[in-house]
Nanobody, 132 residues
Framework: QLQLVESGGGLVQSGGSLRLSCTASGNTFNHYTIAWFRQAPGKGREGLSC????????DYGDSVKGRFTTVRDRAKNTVYLQMNNLKTDDTGVYYCAADYGACEVVAGRVIHNPLGDPYEYWGQGTQVTVSS
């Protein structure tokens, strides 16, 4: 069982930056593709980005491309989501998730296998609020 923990959320003004972290204990974290999702108030969950187990492959949704960057520190068992030029529409609860497989973001969905199965492991989420 993989237990993911997100941190780094908070309140920031529009145009500002935040860095979220996703970590887990144990020696299997680096075997997984890690994805980031967001759920805004009153909206469905949106897939934002993913990074492969090696860290060599990343993909981003159109809403965050060019503003968000995900990187992996394998030595620290941590994946980061650097969020720059934040907008009020970025407000929401951010989740990281893990599963085996590929890394691809298509039309707001993060896909790790051809069947489109949901990610297996999820963190508890961290709140990001962007004020105008």
């Amino acid at each position: 069982q993989l237990q993911l923990v997100e941190s780094g959320g908070g309140l920031v003004q529009s145009g500002g930056s935040l860095r979220l972290s996703c970590t887990a204990s144990g020696n299997t974290f680096n075997h997984y593709t890690i994805a980031w999702f967001r759920q805004a108030p009153g909206k469905g969950r949106e897939g934002l980005s993913c990074i492969s187990s090696s860290g060599d492959i990343t993909d981003y949704g159109d809403s965050v491309k060019g503003r968000f960057t995900t990187v992996r520190d394998r030595a620290k068992n941590t994946v980061y989501l650097q969020m720059n030029n934040l907008k009020t529409d970025d407000t929401g609860v951010y989740y990281c998730a893990a599963d085996y497989g590929a890394c691809e973001v298509v039309a707001g969905r993060v896909i790790h296998n051809p069947l489109g199965d949901p990610y297996e492991y999820w963190g508890q989420g961290t709140q990001v609020t962007v004020s105008s």
